[in-house]
């Protein structure tokens, strides 16, 4: 029996013990030298003997992290029992499963069992005690109070905390449930998907025990479209964008998402990305819409516009001194075309090479490439110019002939296009179109020379035949790089203005004289190759003969 009515409630035994310890305590010291404590003795001064102890709950099990209440109760000889958890010694066989943190409190420390042992005196009794793993106590659900907008979706976390104080990710194991799918959804990894405006609570749960968390999505106000009133030239599309406003002043780009409209389809018809195409000239209200919030923008048709210029010639090649009209013309954004030639602004990528005119006729001034370029505005288009080297050729007749007493000319000048020396390479042909003389002459820029055809250019065949019908033809090429002017090692470059006088015989003595320009055409690779080799052929000779002279001036 314990002391009194007041320590039969368990939750005061501590105390009641504590009292039933003191008074035996006294009641030894009135005994004196005969008396025992009852730590170390099991009978009272009343002369009852302590015969045995209970010790409860039996067999009890808690989860690793936990701690257990074991309770002592004294069995006395007289037949009466007394709680005694204060006043016995406690230990536990296995220390490092559960240790004694109190009187009979057991706290548990691994995975395990151990015995639970009251000692008094001569007295002891044991209980088993099981501790088992670490159980969940709670979960909780973050991000915490997330406000989305309609559309956005988060991962959510569940984090387990377990009676060992330990915590796991829970994330992918546990159960996930929104109180509202309307709002927001969850899908089975924590996944929440923004639905539209409201509130609702995301809810993880691990066997028992659940953690949640209330998830706000924004509700959309407005929606603005862009750009503002625009003018879409005739015949081209112009993209417009959605831009949403949600009550928690986010914005959001809703042009995917909404449903476009057009108060006039065969004018401004819109697609379902919000892309709108000029069809006719005119107006047309476009709207954006989602859900019951709406926007809209004017858009207004315009006149076509100039997108892109052809020029014509695409490719072309000159000649050094020659020129070419180019043409420009425009292509709208309706498809329609329009000459422009008049009123774009002609260009060339490189003035040395070709220069071009306000009304698109190049100049070809130098040997080389370049681009001739038309702009108007945004709009351009290009063509490629290549210029090659000058081949200047005429015919002469009436050279040479038996009495009569006139003589033909071939004058070189070189207009100083370069603004240096140039070589005039001159090759003389037969009638056969035969290499009979060559040679080169040095002309000074603005210098002019005169080369008789009788006595500088046919005097000296290599046939011996004197030539008295022919073809002269003159290649301009760079001084610097070849200064002794030798046709059979030539750098076509330069310009270089040729005409001739002519000889023209009527029989007899009845003779007359024409003058009229070389004709000028681009001097080809297989051109210059084969003159280059003709006139080193005549070099090797060594007689003389096929080498012309320069005549005089300069």
């Given at each position: 029996m314990r002391p009194s009515s007041y320590c039969s409630t368990r939750g005061r035994a501590y105390v009641c013990a504590l009292l039933s310890a003191v008074s035996l305590i006294l009641a030894g010291s009135l005994i004196g030298c005969g008396g025992t404590n009852a730590n170390t003795s099991t009978t009272q001064s009343s002369g009852k003997t302590l015969r045995s102890i209970s010790i409860t709950p039996g067999n009890a099990t808690v989860t690793l992290g936990s701690s257990a209440q074991f309770w002592a109760t004294g069995n006395y000889s007289d037949g009466s029992k007394a709680d005694i958890t204060s006043v016995v010694s406690w230990n536990t066989s296995q220390p490092s499963v559960a240790v004694v943190s109190a009187p009979g409190m057991i706290a548990s420390k691994s995975v395990g069992t151990t015995s639970v042992n009251a000692v008094m005196g001569a007295v002891s009794a044991s209980q088993s005690l099981t501790v088992t793993a670490a159980a969940l106590v709670s979960v909780s659900v973050g991000p915490?109070?997330?406000s989305l907008r309609p559309g956005v979706s988060v991962q959510l976390t569940a984090t387990g905390t377990y009676s060992d104080g330990s915590h796991q990710d829970l994330t992918s194991s546990a159960a996930w449930t929104s109180s509202a799918i309307a709002v927001a959804a969850v899908g089975p990894t924590g996944v929440a998907t923004a639905v539209t405006g409201g509130s609702t609570t995301i809810t993880a749960t691990s066997g028992s025990v659940s953690g949640n968390d209330l998830l706000s999505v924004a509700s959309l106000v407005s929606i603005a479209v862009t750009p503002s009133a625009p003018t879409v030239p005739l015949?081209?599309?112009?993209?417009?964008?959605?831009t949403g406003t949600f009550s928690d002043g986010s914005t959001q780009d809703l042009t995917s998402s909404a449903t476009w409209s057009s108060s006039a389809a065969g004018t401004v018809p819109v697609s379902a990305t919000g892309l709108v195409s000029a069809l006719m000239q005119g107006t047309a209200t476009v709207t954006a819409q989602s859900g019951s919030i709406a926007g809209s923008d004017i858009v207004t048709v315009g006149p076509p516009v100039l997108v892109s210029i052809n020029v014509l010639p695409a490719n072309s090649t000159l000649a050094v001194g020659t020129t070419e009209q180019f043409s420009a013309s425009g292509v709208y954004s309706d498809g329609s075309t329009k000459d422009v030639t008049s009123i774009v602004t002609w260009g060339s990528a490189d003035s040395t090479i070709a220069t071009i005119t306000t009304g698109g006729t190049a100049y070809a001034a130098q040997v080389g490439n370049t681009s001739i370029t038309a702009t108007s505005g945004s709009a351009s288009g290009s063509?490629?110019?290549?210029?090659?080297?000058l081949l200047a050729v005429t015919y002469f007749?009436?050279?040479?002939?038996?009495?009569l007493t006139?003589?033909?000319?071939?004058?070189?000048d070189n207009?100083?296009?370069t603004g240096g020396n140039l070589c005039a390479m001159v090759y003389v042909?037969?009638?056969n179109q035969e290499m009979s003389e060559c040679c080169g002459c040095q002309v000074t820029p603005d210098g002019l020379l005169t080369l008789s055809v009788n006595t500088d250019l046919t005097a000296n065949p290599l046939t011996g035949s004197v030539l008295q019908t022919g073809v002269i033809e003159v290649v301009p090429a760079d001084y610097a790089s070849n200064p002794t002017c030798s046709p059979a090692a030539i750098t076509p470059s330069g310009l270089v203005a040729t005409w001739a006088t002519h000889v023209q015989s009527f029989g007899g003595n009845t003779f007359t004289e024409t003058e009229d320009s070389f004709?000028?055409?681009p001097l080809s690779q297989t051109q210059l190759s084969t003159l280059q080799s003709d006139c080193t052929f005549v070099g090797v000779l060594g007689s003389g003969h096929g080498v012309c002279t320069c005549g005089y001036g300069d």
């Open positions: 915490q109070n997330l015949g081209e599309q112009q993209q417009l964008s959605a063509a490629e110019l290549v210029v090659d080297p007749s009436g050279a040479n002939t038996s009495g006139a003589d033909g000319t071939v004058r070189i207009p100083g296009v042909f037969d009638s004709q000028r055409t």
